[in-house]
């Protein structure tokens, strides 16, 4: 199978670099030809346009930063649906909306091709291993014959049902994940002005009713000073509203949604669009006037975890 990967971001070139390392025959496309070019010297084809990819390959991948940037990669002079023909997969990777999923994925069977999603969670530094947990959206055939792709770039694959249940679920994680981050900055300055043991309030809570994901992985970069989660406040601010907007569009009144966009959008707004995402927690660091360091934790994450040959959950 020849797969195109179009969108070598932060997550994306570490999926892609993951389908290099287990030998597929890979083509990319990237607006940054540093990217690009670092792509080729490892052995990967390069294409100069979306639609020229497409033609070459049977798999596109995109992973891209927002649904509209999405859209544009499909539908513009030289995109994706330009390229398609019959029986090829395009398989979205992107955090994006349902609807506008939806709307791409019925111009692709237009074109007798097939449409899939694939939103990843579980962090930039288990991407990199081909550790992160995938979760698909679409034909369950057209699933099973992209599945040896899959386990080569995750390790967790869960089929979630029809095309748009897998973009939901990522939209809620998202939603969960940031809310959390949101409350540790709280947590963490209670902490602080308590006079505790901030190490040790770390090892407390990683053991406690109170743990999570969040905790256990941007807590040590946020102890550590870096904030380097390797993942962007503007990234963040389109999760958390996705999240509300869709919401919004079920008809089901919330609570904590919107304060979640709120403090978000406040935190683009101090710190800046391409700050880390975990920086969100020093709005409570200014207010207090405090900090949150401690010695001993990394100022990036790096999976310790062998890479594991994926598997259907």
């Not at 597929?24 to 030809?33: E, G, I, K, N, S």
């Not at 941007?218 to 503007?234: A, C, K, P, R």
């Amino acid at each position: 199978m020849k797969i195109g990967f179009i969108g070598l971001g932060n997550v994306g070139s570490k999926l892609a670099h993951s389908l290099l390392r287990n030998n597929f025959d890979l083509t990319v496309r990237d607006l940054d030809l540093n990217l690009t070019k670092s792509f080729q010297n490892k052995g990967a084809k390069i294409a100069k346009s979306s639609r020229e990819l497409t033609e070459k390959v049977d798999l596109i991948i995109t992973c891209l930063p927002s649904p509209k940037i999405s859209s544009e990669v499909m539908e513009g002079e030289d995109g994706i649906i330009q390229g398609l023909s019959k029986n090829k997969i395009w398989l979205e990777m992107s955090t994006t909306d349902e609807t506008e999923l939806k709307r791409l994925g019925k111009r692709v069977i237009d074109k007798q091709a097939i449409p899939l999603e694939g939103p990843v969670s579980g962090g930039c530094h288990r991407a990199a291993t081909g550790n992160i947990s995938i979760f698909v959206g679409g034909d369950r055939d057209s699933f099973e014959k992209i599945l040896p792709v899959l386990t080569a770039m995750g390790r967790k694959i869960l089929h979630t049902g029809e095309l748009g249940s897998a973009t939901v679920l990522k939209v809620i994680t998202n939603y969960l994940a940031s809310s959390h981050l949101a409350a540790l900055g709280e947590a963490w300055a209670i902490a602080k002005k308590s006079n505790l043991d901030l190490a040790k309030v770390y090892k407390g809570i990683a053991v406690s009713s109170g743990n999570s994901f969040v905790h256990e992985t941007e807590s040590q970069v946020i102890l550590n000073g870096s904030y380097n989660i390797n993942f962007t406040m503007d990234l963040v601010v389109k999760d958390t509203s996705l999240f509300d907007n869709l919401a919004k569009k079920l008809g089901v009144p919330l609570e904590i949604s919107p304060l979640i966009v709120r403090i978000f959008k406040d935190g683009q707004k101090k710190y800046g669009s391409r700050a880390w995402s975990s920086m969100i927690v020093k709005r409570m660091e200014d207010l207090n006037n405090i900090d949150f360091r401690a010695n001993g934790f990394p100022e990036e994450l790096v999976d310790n975890e062998p890479e594991e040959k994926g598997y259907e959950i």
